[in-house]
C-alpha cells in the first residue's frame, strides 16, 4: 500500500526574498505563477530545506538568510501516512542550524533524512551535464541516503577519514618528512568505508538504470536509448591497494588521488557521451528522465509518494511534451506536486483539461497570495 505525503501548511520568515509568509495548500497540485525573480523558486527552495536540513542552490545557510536580518525559519506541517508531522528549521548567523521535529530538536541532522521525500527538477540540473564529478556524486549520494541511513553514516565516516589524511599530507609536505605509520589508521578506515559505498552505488546504478530507461523511453517516444555508467577506481582494484600504490602520488600530491571520492557517472546517449553528442532538446528530455526515475525510485523503495516540485517547467521542456508527462504523472497516482511558471494561465489551463485538482498562487516580489 502506497504511503502519502503532503505539506499542509507552510510558514517562512525572513527566508530569502520573504519577510514573511503563511500558505495552506488542499489541493494536489499547487502552482506558483509570475515574474522571474519575484521569490517563486524560493518557495520551492524552503520545502526543499525542510527534506534535506539544506538549500538546494545556496549550500551557505547563513547567505539564505533575508539581506537585513540575522535569523530565519521555515515551519512545514506535514500529512505521512495520516499522521501529522511538524518540522521546523531556524537557522542563525553565526551560530548552529537547528532543526526540530514535532518540537523536539535532533541531535544529528542525518536523522532527518528520508523522513520528507522530495524530488525536484529545475533548469539548474543542466550543471548534471556540464559540471564536473562532485554534482552527479551529489545526486547519487542524496538518492541513497535518503533510502540507507547506514549509507549516510559511511559517507560522512569516509569524508572525515578522507580530510584527516589529507590534512596530514599536507603536514608533511609543510615538515619536510614523511611518517606512512601515522597514515594507517585512517587508511584502514579508508579501505573498509569505501569498499561499503562502492557496493552501494553498484548496486544503486544497476537497479536505478532500468527505472531511468523505462522513462527515458516514454518522454523521448522510444527512439533513442540512454545508459547511465558507473565509474569508479574500485572496479578494478580495493581502495586499500589503491592508497599503496598511490603513496608517492599522494605524497607528491599532498592529497589522496585515488577512491570512492572520484567516482563518476557518465551519460550516454545511443552509446555516444550525452555531453558531446545531445542536442538541447535530448539534454532536457535526458536530465527531466533522470529526476523523473529519481522520483520513481523512490517511491518503490519507500512505499511513500515523496513531493514532487517542478521548477520553471517550460524552460526545460516544450508544451506538448509537457501535456504527456503530465498526463502520465496523472496516471501513475503520484503524490503532491508543485510546479513553477511565469505564465499565470498556462498550467492552470492544462491541468483543468486533465481533472488534476489545483490550486494557483501568485508570486510578486517577495509576497504570495492565492487566486480563487
Not at 615538515?175 to 552505488?201: K, S
Not at 586499500?240 to 598511490?246: D, I, M, Q, R
Not at 502520465?328 to 491541468?351: A, C, K, M, Y
Request: net charge negative; with cysteine.
Amino acid at each position: 500500500m502506497m504511503k502519502n505525503l503532503y505539506l499542509k501548511h507552510l510558514t517562512i520568515y525572513q527566508f530569502k526574498n520573504y519577510a514573511e509568509a503563511t500558505l495552506d495548500f488542499s489541493k494536489q497540485v499547487i502552482c506558483f505563477t509570475g515574474e522571474n525573480g519575484s521569490g517563486k523558486t524560493n518557495l520551492l527552495d524552503a520545502i526543499y530545506y525542510l527534506s534535506n536540513c539544506k538549500s538546494f542552490f545556496n549550500p551557505v545557510d547563513s547567505q539564505n538568510i533575508m539581506l537585513t536580518a540575522e535569523q530565519c525559519s521555515i515551519t512545514g506541517e506535514f500529512e505521512r501516512d495520516e499522521h501529522p508531522e511538524q518540522i521546523i528549521c531556524t537557522i542563525r548567523k553565526n551560530q548552529r542550524k537547528v532543526f526540530k521535529r514535532n518540537f523536539k530538536e535532533y541531535e544529528r541532522l542525518s536523522e532527518h533524512i528520508g523522513l520528507i521525500p522530495v524530488v525536484i527538477i529545475t533548469p539548474y540540473d543542466i550543471e548534471l551535464i556540464w559540471e564536473g564529478s562532485e554534482v552527479r556524486r551529489k545526486f547519487l549520494d542524496a538518492t541513497i541516503s535518503s533510502l540507507s541511513k547506514k549509507y549516510l553514516e559511511n559517507l560522512v565516516a569516509y569524508h572525515h577519514a578522507l580530510n584527516q589524511r589529507n590534512n596530514l599530507l599536507k603536514q608533511f609536505g609543510k615538515q619536510g618528512n614523511y611518517a606512512a605509520e601515522v597514515l594507517e589508521p585512517w587508511d584502514f578506515q579508508l579501505a573498509h568505508l569505501a569498499a561499503e559505498i562502492f557496493q552501494e552505488r553498484k548496486t544503486f546504478i544497476h537497479e536505478f538504470t532500468a527505472e531511468f530507461s523505462m522513462v527515458y523511453h516514454l518522454i523521448s517516444g522510444e527512439k533513442e536509448n540512454a545508459g547511465i555508467e558507473y565509474h569508479s577506481d574500485l572496479q578494478e582494484e580495493t581502495m586499500e591497494n589503491l592508497l599503496a600504490k598511490n603513496s608517492d602520488r599522494d605524497r607528491f600530491l599532498e592529497r589522496t588521488s585515488a577512491g570512492i571520492h572520484r567516482d563518476d557517472l557518465e551519460f550516454t546517449l545511443n552509446g555516444q557521451p550525452l555531453k558531446k553528442f545531445g542536442s538541447q532538446g535530448q539534454q532536457k528530455s535526458f536530465l527531466f528522465a533522470l529526476k523523473l526515475a529519481q522520483y520513481l525510485f523512490l517511491r518503490n523503495h519507500m512505499s511513500i509518494n515523496p513531493i514532487l516540485m517542478l521548477d520553471d517547467l517550460f524552460d526545460k521542456i516544450d508544451e506538448k511534451r509537457m501535456s504527456q508527462i503530465l498526463d502520465w504523472l496523472s496516471r501513475n497516482h503520484v503524490g503532491q506536486i508543485f510546479i513553477t511558471d511565469t505564465h499565470t494561465t498556462r498550467i492552470p489551463e492544462i491541468l483543468t483539461k486533465r481533472n488534476l485538482a489545483h490550486e494557483v498562487w501568485e508570486v510578486s516580489s517577495g509576497s504570495v497570495h492565492q487566486i480563487k
